[in-house]
């Protein structure tokens, strides 16, 4: 499975657009994008998961570069709930998943 | 979505011991199960993939003898840590792909946190 790149660490306001990046520079042709969150102390849950085009859900959007060379995770409105370790995972198949650093998002009062 | 429980959420144990994890998916059939574990402020690493009917698979590193799986049913994957260590104390996380249509979502159970003595 390609490799991704995050930054360890981000803050967003509450209320405000948390836009997450992710750098997939090696992810082949019938890899997707796929992107969980771990809330301090839980399980791993799924946010959205993406091949070519944008896509967008109840939680997040999801944006993908044309080259699909890298992506980023959009929260509309982020919530103090939404504070958390944000896992961008690029893998053909979500049965085998390689979590990472991950971005520990942040959302501040 | 579909569930996943663990049981129990929270154990400690005095060094020596065993320790079994249980890992069901309540609203779907799993053949297979993943095992995960994580320290303190790292990231989850994979230990081994558990199959219904068959052996456990084991990544690189994990000891089979130490951590015993076994995938039960459709629905029960167990790990046992045998003769628990500190170094042992983890948050332990399994997880069960989803089936149906070209695309497996992964969902994770709620982690068991043990600590050993």
């Known amino acids: 499975d390609a490799k991704t790149t995050q930054p360890p660490s981000m803050d967003c306001a509450e209320g405000r657009a948390a836009n997450l990046p992710c750098n997939h520079s090696t992810i082949s042709g019938n890899e997707y994008v796929y992107w969980y969150r771990q809330i301090h102390s839980q399980g791993p849950q799924y946010i959205i998961h993406?091949?070519?085009n944008n896509e967008t859900n109840e939680m997040a959007s999801l944006i993908i570069t044309e080259d699909r060379k890298s992506s980023t995770l959009i929260l509309p409105h982020a919530t103090l709930r939404d504070t958390a370790v944000y896992y961008c995972?690029?893998?053909?198949?979500?049965?085998?998943?390689?979590f990472g650093s991950g971005t520990q998002l942040t959302v501040l009062p | 979505g579909a569930v996943v429980s663990q049981h129990p959420s929270r154990v400690i144990c005095k060094s020596g011991t065993s320790v079994k994890i249980e890992c069901r998916s309540l609203?779907?059939?799993?053949?297979?199960m993943f095992w995960y574990r994580q320290f303190p402020k790292q990231s989850l690493m994979l230990m081994a993939t558990s199959n219904e009917g068959s052996k456990a698979t084991y990544e690189q590193g994990v000891e089979k003898d130490k951590f015993l799986i076994n995938h039960a049913s459709l629905t029960l994957s167990t790990l046992t840590v045998t003769s628990a260590h500190p170094e042992d104390s983890s948050f332990y996380i399994c997880?069960?792909?989803?089936?149906?249509?070209?695309?497996?979502?992964?969902?994770f159970g709620p982690g068991t946190r043990l600590t050993v003595l």
């Open positions: 995972i690029v893998s053909g198949s979500a049965r085998q998943l390689t």
């Open positions: 993406g091949l070519k």
């Open positions: 997880s069960a792909p989803s089936s149906g249509g070209s695309y497996n979502e992964q969902f």
């Open positions: 609203d779907f059939q799993a053949t297979t």
